[in-house]
């Protein structure tokens, strides 16, 4: 079986061209990539200090990285990318010119540093982002909801079969869907709010129901006829208002059930997915505080749920291994065959750094032992991959 986790040492722009047939293609491609802050491994931003070239040069290491990941990148496949301010807008209209503008999916906003950034002036940082871009749209897997969002509070009622579940109003609560925009959806339906039970036909006991707004005015509901027969289970009849100024009404019975997904928002909360903090407490639980801004599994997580649980995934800037990390995290809970292969340069660790003190001396040896230290507490197995030259 194949492990869970591989790792290749290398710069991504040599090796991803080598990967595929054997390694692609890849349905998950999550970039962390050296945010524009003025290390001198990856762009020289010295060439005369002014802002723009600093963007051109930072723009010109990414370009043939971005095109090199959508080559090896599967038909159902997403490409999520972490930047902070210095970038964003850059990296937007590159990611518009290498992938399309077409198939810009989001630009999602990740609460990572929740306290705030303290130093210099100006506001308190406590945010950055995550570009989602598909390969293909008509054909990408991707789907923006969540299992782990899913609050079971949010669902008070229980049948009498043990089922829970929450009412939701059938008429259509929003006030641009009306009996002159939706007329094939403003119809009577029959209930009887003493049982329940709702149908299109009058049966014994049953009130006459049409949609209204709060204010009384006309409205439509939410199902046609045709899915209110086929699902009577669905919905219940029930009076509202006061005892006085009672009317009945009719609801979904929406469930919580097995595998019930809630849609996300495009804002990431730290207290949701991690923070820089957590997972800098993460990587200490495995091989000790050996990379300054890990990123937090959780947000890894998040990513891999809104894709299939056997997804090939790729992290060409791996750091400290968080999205090999997150997989076999993943798969151990719901039982998924995700892969990921994690790339890093055999960048020399800082010196006075907790790594070069730990005596490690390239960033790819801490990649290397946290998907070793992954495999041996999580499992799933670890492999490295040494590319001919
Ligand atoms: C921002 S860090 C990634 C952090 C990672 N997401 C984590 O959670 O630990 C960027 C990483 O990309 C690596 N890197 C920079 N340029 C690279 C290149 N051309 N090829 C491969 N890795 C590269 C750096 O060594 C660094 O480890």
């Known amino acids: 079986m194949e492990p869970w986790n591989t790792f290749v040492e290398g710069d991504n722009l040599d090796v991803l061209p080598r990967l595929t047939p054997t390694y692609g293609p890849f349905d998950v491609v999550y970039l962390d990539p050296p945010y524009n802050t003025g290390n ?3 762009y020289d931003d010295k060439v005369d200090g002014r802002r723009a070239d600093r963007h051109r040069t930072w723009t010109a290491l990414m370009r043939p990285r971005l ?7 599967s038909e159902r496949g997403a490409v999520f990318v972490s930047i902070d ?4 807008a850059h990296l937007r209209l590159l990611m518009d010119e290498v992938f399309g503008e077409g198939r810009f999916v989001a630009q999602v906003v990740v609460n990572l540093n929740p306290k705030g950034r303290q130093l210099g002036r100006g506001f308190a940082t406590s945010h950055e ?3 989602v871009y598909a390969r293909s749209l008509p054909t990408c897997a991707l789907d923006a909801s969540s299992r782990s969002l899913v609050d079971p509070r949010d669902f008070p009622l229980t049948t009498e ?4 579940y929450r009412r939701l109003p059938l008429r259509n609560t929003n006030k641009k869907f009306n009996p002159v925009t939706a007329p094939t959806m403003h119809f009577a339906i029959y209930g009887d709010p003493g049982t329940g039970q709702v149908s299109t036909e009058p049966f014994p006991g049953a009130l006459e129901i049409k949609p209204v707004f709060g204010d009384g005015g006309p409205a439509v509901w939410r199902w046609s006829a045709a899915k209110i027969d086929a699902q009577p289970d669905d919905l219940v009849c029930r009076w509202v208002g006061t005892a006085e100024r009672r009317r009945a009404d009719v609801f979904q019975r ?3 059930h097995e595998g019930r997904r809630k849609k996300l928002r495009t804002i990431w909360l730290a ?6 903090d957590t997972a800098v407490v993460e990587l200490k639980s495995l091989v000790g505080h050996l990379f300054e801004s890990p990123k937090p599994t959780g947000l890894l997580r998040r990513i891999l749920e809104t894709m299939p649980d056997d997804a090939r995934v790729l992290d060409p800037f791996a750091g400290s ?3 090999g990390h997150a997989v076999a995290l993943q798969n151990a809970a719901d039982g998924g065959r995700r892969t990921c292969l994690s790339v890093n340069a055999p960048e020399p660790v800082r010196p006075g750094s907790n790594a070069d003190l730990a005596g490690y001396a390239r960033v790819s040896d801490v990649t290397r032992a946290r998907l070793r230290a992954v495999a041996e507490v999580v499992g799933g197995g670890f492999e490295e991959l040494a590319l001919d030259s």
């Open 40 to 42: 001198p491994f990856v």
């Open 67 to 73: 095109e090199a990941v959508r080559e090896v990148m």
């Open 85 to 88: 301010d210095n970038e964003v």
């Open 129 to 131: 982002y995550l570009l």
């Open 161 to 164: 079969d043990g089922r829970r």
């Open 254 to 256: 929406d469930w919580l």
């Open 271 to 276: 207290e949701e997915i991690g923070s820089t």
């Open 321 to 323: 291994g968080t999205a």
